[in-house]
């Protein structure tokens, strides 16, 4: 129980953070005058925070290393969404290479 807690904390933080991050930059940019380039900072902070949580969950299960497989499956799906794959190849596509990976023995 308190290990779901302790998640749910954790993506209540992370949401109230990435909406006060997109908060600040609407009230700020409308009350002080910031460069075209200071707004799309602030506009991006939101995603890179949420960027930095997944990568971290990319190679990270709880402490110990997730293994090569989702590793090579997440790899797999950001090449092919930089591509501009739908959405639903993408997923299917990760989730086919992380899965032979793990059925042939790399984990």
Same mark, same amino acid.
């Given at each position: 129980?308190?290990? /779901?807690?302790?998640?749910?904390?954790?993506?209540?933080?992370? +949401?109230? &953070? #990435? =909406?006060?991050?997109? @908060?600040?930059?609407?009230?700020? &940019? /409308?009350?002080?005058?910031? !460069? *075209?380039?200071?707004?799309?900072?602030? !506009?991006?902070? +939101?995603? #890179?925070? %949420? @960027?930095?949580?997944?990568? &971290?969950?990319? @190679?990270? *299960?709880?402490?110990? @290393?997730?293994?090569?497989?989702?590793?090579?499956?997440?790899?797999?799906?950001?090449?092919?969404? =930089?591509?501009?794959?739908? %959405?639903?190849?993408?997923?299917?596509?990760?989730?086919?290479?992380?899965?032979?990976?793990?059925?042939? &023995?790399? !984990?």
């Amino acid at each position: 129980m308190a290990d /779901n807690m302790l998640i749910i904390g954790g993506i209540a933080l992370l +949401a109230g &953070g #990435t =909406w006060l991050m997109r @908060f600040a930059g609407a009230t700020l &940019g /409308n009350r002080m005058p910031l !460069s *075209e380039n200071t707004r799309k900072l602030l !506009s991006d902070a +939101a995603t #890179t925070l %949420l @960027f930095a949580v997944a990568l &971290g969950n990319m @190679f990270y *299960e709880g402490t110990h @290393f997730a293994g090569m497989a989702r590793v090579t499956g997440v790899a797999v799906a950001m090449l092919l969404a =930089w591509r501009k794959v739908p %959405l639903i190849v993408v997923i299917i596509a990760a989730a086919a290479v992380t899965a032979l990976l793990r059925y042939i &023995g790399i !984990s």
